[in-house]
C-alpha cells in the first residue's frame, strides 16, 4: 500500500511540473517517521543536467526560519531579549531617521519581536532594489547599504506593532543585530549555529559561503523574470538574511 500510495504522489509531482512550462526544476520531499513513509525526488533540469533529489536549491524566504532561529539560540544564550529595542544593537547611521510616521519618530519602539513578527511597520525594500538589479546587473549594495537606501527613498505604513506586513527589511536588520551581537559575519553565524551543529554538510549562503562538503551537482537554477539568479551576483546583498540559504532536502529535513 506504501508503494502505491508513494507511486500516485510522484507521478502527481511528475504530471504537474511537466505540463508547467515555467517550471525548469522541482524538488519533493515527503517524510513521515510516524508512517514510515520517506520520499525525495526531483523533476526538470538545470541547463542540460537532469534535477537530482540529492541537488541543492535556493531556499528563499525559507531563509528567514534559519535567521530567527539564530535569534532564538541567542535568546536562549540570554544575549537578547524578544523585548529588546533595536537601537540597542545598531549604529547611529542605521538608525537615524529608520522609522518617521507621520512626522513623529518610532526608532526606539521597534522591538526584535517586531521584526520576527514583521509587524515593525517599516517598508520592503527588497522588491525595488531587485528591479534596479534586474536592469542594471553591475548594482550593486551591501545590506546595511540596503536598508540606509530604504530608508532615504521608502516609507513606513504605520507604528511599530500595529499592523502586520511582510518584508525582508525586517530581516535585513535581525542578520545585522546577530552580526553584532556574535562579531561575526551572518554566513559564518549560520555555519557555526546550524549547519556543523546538524551536520548540515551540503548547505551553504548563496554568494557568500561554500557547503561544508563539496556539492555533487550544481546549484539549481532559480528563475527571476526570467534572469537566472544563480548569475546575480551582487543578489546576495538584496537576499541576505531574508533567504539567503542554500541546501539539499535532505539537509533541510535536518534542520526541520
Known amino acids: 500500500m506504501k508503494k502505491v500510495k508513494m507511486k500516485i504522489i510522484e507521478d502527481m509531482f511528475r504530471n504537474q511540473v511537466r505540463k508547467d512550462s515555467k517550471v525548469k526544476n522541482a524538488y519533493l520531499l515527503v517524510h513521515s517517521q510516524k508512517l514510515d513513509f520517506h520520499m525525495n525526488i526531483a523533476e526538470g533540469s538545470t541547463g542540460d543536467i537532469p534535477a537530482n533529489p540529492q541537488q541543492p536549491n535556493y531556499m528563499a524566504s525559507v531563509g528567514k526560519l534559519f535567521t530567527s532561529t539564530i535569534i532564538s539560540i541567542l535568546y536562549e544564550k540570554r544575549e537578547l531579549s524578544f523585548d529588546d529595542s533595536i537601537s540597542n544593537y545598531l549604529d547611529e547611521e542605521l538608525l537615524n531617521d529608520l522609522h518617521i510616521y507621520k512626522g513623529k519618530d518610532y526608532t526606539n519602539n ?147
Open 110 to 256: 521597534i522591538k526584535i519581536k517586531h521584526l520576527l513578527k514583521q509587524t515593525s511597520g517599516l517598508y520592503d525594500n527588497f522588491w525595488p532594489l531587485l528591479d534596479k538589479l534586474l536592469e542594471e546587473k553591475e548594482f550593486n549594495m551591501s545590506p546595511r547599504e540596503a536598508i540606509i537606501w530604504g530608508k532615504n527613498n521608502l516609507k513606513p505604513y504605520c507604528p511599530p506593532g500595529k499592523k502586520t506586513k511582510y518584508t525582508d527589511t525586517n530581516y535585513h536588520l535581525l542578520g545585522l543585530i546577530i552580526e553584532n551581537i556574535t562579531g561575526k559575519p551572518f554566513h559564518e553565524v549560520l555555519k557555526d549555529y546550524i549547519f556543523v551543529p546538524l551536520g548540515m554538510e551540503n548547505s551553504s549562503m548563496l554568494h557568500y559561503s561554500d557547503p561544508i562538503k563539496e556539492y555533487s551537482y550544481p546549484i539549481a537554477h532559480f528563475s527571476i523574470d526570467g534572469t537566472i539568479g544563480n548569475d546575480l551576483k551582487n543578489y546576495a546583498g538584496l537576499d541576505y538574511a531574508g533567504g539567503g540559504v542554500v541546501a539539499t532536502n535532505e539537509d533541510l529535513l535536518k534542520f526541520m
